[in-house]
Nanobody, 124 residues
């Protein structure tokens, strides 16, 4: 059974950092492009970053450019999201997802698997 499990969320003060992890099982991470999304109550799920399956191409939404960094460790079957200079507006549930689109995609409908989400709360 394919499963993606996020971890690393929590409460942090504005300006601080968190590192989220997404551990994959039931699939080989190196054969999937990965993305991170976030969602707040009453809003649509928002794409924030993606990375090609080989890691050579990365794409970020403007609001997180220069602050968030996506990376992957295929040996550990894990993708990471390093979040720096966090702002209160970054507060959301964060989801990792896997897609067979080689270069990745911003379209949530093209992702095949999703994690359950991890809460990130940034205080003022």
């Amino acid at each position: 059974q394919v499963q993606l499990v996020e971890s690393g969320g929590g409460l942090v003060q504005a300006g601080g950092s968190l590192r989220l992890s997404c551990l994959a099982s039931g699939l080989t991470l190196s054969t999937y492009a990965m993305g991170w999304f976030r969602q707040t109550p009453g809003n649509e799920r928002e794409w924030i970053v993606g990375m090609s399956w080989r890691g050579g191409y990365k794409d970020y939404v403007d609001s997180v450019k220069g602050r968030f960094i996506i990376s992957r460790d295929n040996a550990k079957n894990t993708v990471y999201l390093q979040m720096n200079s966090l702002k209160p507006e970054d507060t959301a549930v964060y989801y990792c997802a896997a897609t067979s689109v080689i270069l990745g995609t911003r379209d949530a409908a093209r992702y095949d698997y999703w994690g359950q989400g991890t809460q990130v709360t940034v205080s003022s």
